[in-house]
């Protein structure tokens, strides 16, 4: 009993430990993707846009259309589209904004970055000015950041 009972112990320990890096945000997810000599002006970038409903929606709109961001992050913004088969992708899988800890860990600005230089590393290339103006890659960017949201608690017109 007493061996049965040390066993169920460790396991259950060693599950737990695994279970808090499986759960939690993958610490590379966290990282920043902006080269460090170019990081502290990112993240002074600030959206210049409201974060209404008129302009998430535009910034919707862009992600499932034009900008075909839900191809790889899916439309459910998990970070998975909807025509990748799971085992497929060589290298880092597409972010999943749905992570709270990524969407508190990056600033606006350093998305903004990525959207112009692209991700060294994934297959996230650049979008601006190619895809996307700046400004609509703001209104993307607000859209990104409401899947960091509570869903079921609507926004008011000027509340982020």
Same mark, same amino acid.
Not at 1 to 14: D, G, N, Q, R, Y
């Given at each position: ?14 599950f737990?430990s695994s279970t808090v890096? =499986? ?5 590379a =997810?966290?990282k920043?993707r =902006?080269?460090v ?10 959206n210049?846009?409201?974060?209404t %409903?008129a302009t ?5 709109q862009?992600?499932l ?5 839900a ?12 025509d990748?088969e799971?085992?497929?992708?060589k290298g880092?899988?597409?972010r @999943? ?7 508190a860990?990056r600033t606006d600005? %350093?998305?903004?970055w990525?959207?112009?230089n692209?991700s060294?590393?994934t297959?996230?290339a ?13 209104? =993307?960017?607000?859209y990104?950041?409401s899947?960091?949201?509570?869903? @079921?608690k ?7």
């Open positions: 009993m007493f061996l049965f009972l040390t066993i169920s112990l460790i396991a259950a320990a060693l737990a890096s =499986v759960l939690g945000a993958d610490e =997810v966290l920043p =902006v080269p000599d170019q990081l502290h002006e990112a993240e002074t970038w600030k210049p846009l409201p974060a %409903e998430i929606e535009k910034g919707k862009l992600f259309g034009k900008a075909f961001c191809t790889c992050h899916g439309r459910n913004g998990k970070g998975l589209g909807g990748i799971p085992g497929t992708l880092p899988l597409p @999943d904004f749905t992570d709270q800890e990524w969407q860990a600005g %350093e998305l903004l990525i959207l112009k692209g060294k590393g297959a996230m650049p979008f601006i000015p190619l895809i996307l103006t700046e400004e609509e890659a703001w209104q =993307v960017l607000l990104v950041r899947f960091g949201q509570n869903r @079921d609507p926004q008011r017109e000027g509340q982020p």
